[in-house]
């Protein structure tokens, strides 16, 4: 078998098949930042933006977003998530937001990629409601901080950031 599990033999894409797999306590956590002007960070603090409250929406759509993970992610197994938080650091020196999502389930796969989904949709939520002030923010950074459960063990990154 292939070390691509997405593919089968002859290279047609599959869904894994989990049903032998054992039902565990997975999480997950993600984190990804969005760069732009001090005037954006200072809306945000101030919740003066035109569109509203911005965490609190980004907040919304990055839960919403790890709910239907299954739905815009190929393969992915439809989960039923336990709990899911996305958390958000300001940092008004460097103009950046950075979200945290942070997903609980227990299954027979893990939830990295709806953490990953969960804090890609807060940043791209933050561009949304924020680009009629800056059209030139940068999301950056995107990736998996830690991950438990399953058969693959434990995952904390490198940089523990």
Avoid at 3 to 17: K, L, Q, S, W, Y
Avoid at 123 to 147: G, N
Wanted: aromatic letters at 4%.
């Amino acid at each position: 078998m292939s070390e691509f599990t997405h593919f089968d033999n002859a290279g047609n894409a599959i869904m894994v098949d989990v049903s032998e797999k054992k039902v565990t306590d997975r999480t997950a956590a993600a984190a990804g930042i969005i760069k732009t002007k001090p005037e954006v960070i200072l809306a945000v603090v101030q919740q003066s933006a035109a569109k509203g409250d911005v965490l609190g929406v980004a907040q919304v759509a990055g839960i919403m977003a790890v709910k239907q993970t299954a739905a815009i992610i190929p393969m992915c197994h439809v989960l039923l998530i336990r709990k899911c938080t996305i958390d958000f650091d300001i940092n008004e020196e460097d103009s950046e937001i950075r979200a945290v999502c942070s997903v609980k389930t227990d299954g027979k796969t893990g939830v990295e990629m709806e953490a990953l989904t969960g804090v890609s949709v807060a940043l791209l939520t933050i561009y949304d409601m924020c680009k009629a002030m800056d059209k030139s923010m940068v999301m950056t950074d995107i990736h998996l901080l830690e991950k438990t459960g399953g058969k693959s063990g434990d995952y904390i990154s490198v940089d523990g950031q």
